[in-house]
């Protein structure tokens, strides 16, 4: 079993800028690996969309809403993940979980509070 926990959420201006961290670990400490790393997010009345993911190499994918603001990345060493999120924008308010795949099974996290308001 593999824990996920985000952090880094919290209340912002417009335009200013959160990064977003996920950690994963095993419960029982064992080795495992992770295969990609994602980040959705889920405002009030909304589903829950991707907004980013990124391979065991590096590979990244960026939803359009968010392409060139923010930016996704791994510390494969550590089992870390971040989202860096710049010029933020009132609807990019919503929770933010992290979701990690390894081997064939999906984890996610208990998410992340992002608001961003005035």
């Known amino acids: 079993q593999v824990q996920v926990v985000e952090s880094g959420g919290g209340l912002v201006q417009p335009g200013g800028s959160l990064r977003l961290s996920c950690a994963a670990s095993?419960?029982?400490?064992?080795?495992?690996?992770?295969?990609?790393m994602g980040w959705y997010r889920q405002a009030p009345g909304n589903e829950r969309e991707l907004v980013a993911t990124?391979?065991?190499?590096?590979?990244?994918y960026y939803a359009v809403s968010v392409k060139g603001r923010f930016t996704i990345s791994r510390d494969n060493a550590k089992n870390l993940g971040y989202l860096q999120m710049n010029s933020l924008k009132f609807e990019d308010t919503a929770v933010y979980y992290c979701?990690?795949?390894?081997?064939?099974?999906?984890?996610w996290g208990q998410g992340t509070q992002v608001t961003v308001s005035s």
């Open positions: 979701q990690i795949r390894s081997s064939s099974y999906y984890y």
């Open positions: 095993a419960a029982s400490g064992s080795i495992f690996s992770i295969n990609s």
């Open positions: 990124i391979t065991s190499v590096g590979t990244t």
